[in-house]
T-cell receptor, first 113, second 112 residues
């Protein structure tokens, strides 16, 4: 089992460009999450999907959109990238949307110039 | 908003010593979880302690929870160089829809 995979690992964008971060899990988990991690800030929740077919905003959703494509895949889209979105992005999954343990992907390091 | 706050921010010890990290939080919780992050990698779950539990062990890890003081501690015994990482506490609360709230982490350095 690969667990949670993310692509790409690194990305550099210019201000105003768009891109989609991909995430997939092979653990048959119902819930998936997108976080961003900034230096000295810990992890902050951007969006989550409690189950297939549902998505909800987290703490810092502005500037992002998500799609739960199927039970395995959850993508994060930046429509018009801004320097403030320079960060490391982590996808995670858990068996259910409650208090379960979350399993994290290796992260995508994004730089917006 | 980040509910958990780890203390200290950074800790440096020698191999064989014990490492203790603390986490304080503000509101009532359903459980508290500890995660480890090696440099440049994703987070790995270490241990989960529920609000009705006071202590939990997993290998060289010991976690305590004091809900009256809204605090938790993570003890790593007989540290190894491979324990060098950042450690995060995360709280789950029905008040926040069960979303995990992560602290800013403690950076642990274990030198040979």
């Amino acid at each position: 089992n690969a667990g949670v995979t993310q692509t790409p690992k690194f990305q550099v964008l210019k201000t105003g460009q768009s891109m989609t971060l991909q995430c997939a899990q092979d653990m048959n988990h119902n819930s998936m999450y997108w976080y961003r991690q900034d230096p000295g800030m810990g992890l902050r929740l951007i969006y989550y999907s409690a189950s297939e077919g549902t998505t909800d905003k987290g703490e810092v959703p502005n500037g992002y959109n998500v799609s739960r494509l199927n039970k395995r895949e959850f993508s994060l889209r930046l429509e018009s990238a801004a320097p403030s979105q320079t960060s490391v992005y982590f996808c995670a999954s858990s068996e259910s949307w409650s208090t379960d343990t979350q399993y994290f992907g290796p992260g995508t390091r994004l730089t917006v110039l | 908003s980040q509910q958990g706050e780890e203390d200290p921010q950074a800790l440096s010890i020698q191999e064989g010593e014990n490492a203790t990290m603390n986490c304080s939080y503000k509101t009532s919780i359903n459980n508290l979880q500890w995660y480890r992050q090696n440099s440049g990698r994703g987070l790995v779950h270490l241990i989960l302690i529920r609000s009705n539990e006071r202590e939990k062990h997993s290998g060289r890890l010991r976690v305590t929870l004091d809900t009256s003081k809204k605090s938790s501690s993570l003890l790593i015994t007989a540290s190894r160089a491979a324990d060098t990482a950042s450690y995060f506490c995360a709280t789950a609360s029905s008040n926040s829809g069960y979303a995990l709230n992560f602290g800013k982490g403690t950076s642990l350095l274990v030198t040979p």
